[in-house]
């Protein structure tokens, strides 16, 4: 098939670049394919392939790409932060055709319509984007026909595996606590409750990468001629003529100490990911004067949005002894308590289980909003108070310790992580110079908002999933290293149970003491979720936005965008959905501007 780790030389020229074989990139590659074959299209993507990869395909495995080493993630450090006791922030981004479809943890989870509403965007409404999300989707759950699709090339499913007394326990438990379990938190309607979850996963245990279930299938069954991968390679720059029309692309390989130029003849389309598209765009010329000033690079088109916001979510995670069974978690995986080869061997159901086994979107409940200050009450009744849409945090139960496995007793576990879906804090990425290998100034700004609300948001979060976990009947106490340091009196303070929980359980009363040391744990601890977007923006010129509603690159032509650094405010849901949602997206749009869809 024309997937390359080296470039043939005869080809120096096609119709499309897409600079990025991500999640969006594979999408909008595979539709422009398809709409016509002649179509000469060339993805580049930074990452290896990922085909037949078991690391890739089984689920399960999924833990492997946590790894420092990993061949499919690389991990990008923040400035130090002193809202986070001095810690350089580490994010991970995926590097591997699919791009973070191919090596996150495969949670099914879409944006709330409110989120649509509030970008505000010609032709981005929330029925809009509904429909592409059900065009996208062979969903096997439960919820109306009307808010799914049935025929897409996207599998969801609970997949071959699960941990149902832990499912089971957890539901019981939020019910106790007056979060109730829901059918569908993907209709973009409901919030505030809980639900089983569904998994990009085939029934039969497949990961669904839009590499392998939108791009594979193309390049090889001899109908898409045109189409050509070249993989391990990562565009430098976009190139532009006089009139500032993007022409084409410098890359880098892997297997080359010399760069190389393929012009586009049509149009190049970014599509690298929040991280690498504003990189490569500032390299391009594109970006703030006065950043691209102090990097030595000439201006191109001044788009001071360039990097100049960076959104995600913030996650915190607290594991929890449980009286689970080897085989009701995930743990096994890594306290090698589980053989892999004798897994594949016997093509174990376990493989095709993610351990992510509940989420939730949650809302505090008007005495906790009182409770946290007036600063967040400020914030609540702007934001929240009336828009019953909108979720403060997500939440999600995993089967088994995950946040250091390594470093734990060998056991059975079970996390529940909680992240802030709307934090006020945003940060930036920039270049400090022209060249792939020069520094970068990345600031996530976790924490930094002035009034403290993002914390507070966390500190509820903690004591609120807390609480869930303390009336499950497989709880056995906290895994007290991973959880604040509560004063051995304190009514906060960790527990080792033998036994299930009494079946009246005391909510916790948190001194100020206990708040403290929450609000420590949290500096220390709190992280990414992987969920970052938002730094190219699809917003006026004016307001820091770098794309209009058809994804061009403001004060450029030739040049669209197609990927999560678009969106324009934060969405209350994993960013895997919508990602894919933008691929279409841009799919279509481009489809009807080159004429193909005559």
């Not at 303070?493 to 079946?503: F, K, Q």
Request: charged share 20%; hydrophobic share 35%; proline share 6%.
């Amino acid at each position: 098939m024309p997937l390359y780790p080296e470039l043939p030389r005869e080809i120096d020229t096609v119709d499309v670049v897409i600079a990025g074989g991500g999640t969006a990139g594979c999408i909008v590659a595979s539709r422009l394919s398809d709409a016509d074959p002649k179509l000469s299209i060339l993805v580049i993507e930074q990452g290896p392939d990922s085909h037949g990869d078991y690391t890739v395909t089984f689920p399960a495995m999924y833990i492997t790409h946590m790894s420092p080493n990993s061949r499919r993630i690389q991990f990008m450090k923040g400035n130090k932060s002193s809202a986070l006791a001095g810690r350089e922030p580490i994010v991970p981004i995926a590097k591997s055709l699919g791009g973070g479809s191919a090596v996150n943890m495969m949670m099914y989870s879409r944006i709330q319509e409110s989120d649509a509403e509030s970008w505000q965007a010609p032709g981005w409404s929330p029925a809009e984007l509904l429909r592409l999300m059900t065009k996208l989707e062979t969903y096997h759950g439960s919820g109306s026909n009307q808010q799914h699709g049935y025929d897409g090339p996207i599998k969801v499913s609970p997949g071959t595996y699960s941990s149902p007394r832990l499912v089971d326990a957890f539901v019981a438990a939020s019910g106790q606590v007056g979060w109730k379990e829901i059918q569908d938190l993907g209709d973009l309607n409901t919030n505030n409750g809980i639900q089983r979850a569904l998994r990009y996963i085939s029934p039969d245990g497949k990961r669904q990468d839009t590499a392998s279930c939108y791009l594979y299938p193309r390049l090889e069954d001899g109908k898409h001629p045109n189409l050509h991968v070249l993989v391990e390679s990562k565009v430098v720059k976009v190139l532009f003529d006089e009139a500032k029309r993007a022409n084409g692309v410098v890359y880098a390989s892997a297997h080359s100490s010399e760069s190389r130029t393929i012009k586009a003849t049509k149009m190049v389309i970014a599509s690298s990911g929040a991280f690498g598209t504003p990189l490569m765009l500032e390299r391009s010329g594109v970006g703030d004067p006065t950043v691209l000033a102090r990097a030595g690079i000439e201006v191109v088109a001044q788009v001071p949005g360039v990097g100049a916001t960076y959104d995600d979510h913030h996650v915190s995670s607290a594991p929890y002894r449980s009286s689970l069974d080897v085989r009701e978690t995930l743990d096994g995986f890594v306290n090698g308590n589980f053989e892999i080869l004798s897994l594949m061997e016997s093509k174990d159901a376990l493989l095709g289980w993610n351990g992510l086994e509940v989420t939730g979107k949650l809302r505090p409940d008007p005495s906790d909003i009182t409770s946290l200050g007036s600063d967040f009450e400020a914030e609540w009744n702007q934001t929240f108070a009336n828009n019953p849409n909108k979720p403060m945090v997500g939440l999600t139960l995993v089967a088994g310790n995950a946040v250091d496995p390594e470093n734990a007793p060998v056991g059975q576990y079970f996390t529940n992580s909680v992240f802030n879906m709307y934090p006020i804090s945003t940060g930036h990425i920039h270049v400090k110079g022209p060249n792939l290998d020069d520094p970068v100034d990345f600031d996530p700004a976790i924490f930094t908002d002035k009034a403290g609300v993002d914390i507070k948001k966390s500190i509820w979060g903690y004591k609120a999933q807390r609480e869930i976990a303390r009336r499950m009947s497989v709880y056995r106490g906290e895994l007290a290293q991973f959880h604040p340091a509560f004063a051995k009196d304190s009514k906060a303070a960790c527990v080792e149970l033998h036994s299930p929980p009494a079946l009246n359980v005391e909510k916790i009363e948190y001194s100020t003491e206990d708040d403290v040391a929450i609000e420590s744990w949290l500096r220390n601890n709190i992280a990414t979720t992987w969920h970052s977007a938002g730094t190219c923006k699809m917003l006026p010129l004016d307001k820091k936005g770098v794309v209009d509603a058809n994804l061009n690159v403001h004060g450029v032509t030739g040049l669209k965008i197609a990927d999560v650094s678009i969106i324009p405010t934060n969405v209350g849901a994993h960013t895997n959905n919508i990602a894919m949602v933008i691929g279409e997206k841009a799919a279509e749009i481009i489809i009807e501007e080159l004429g193909l869809s005559q």
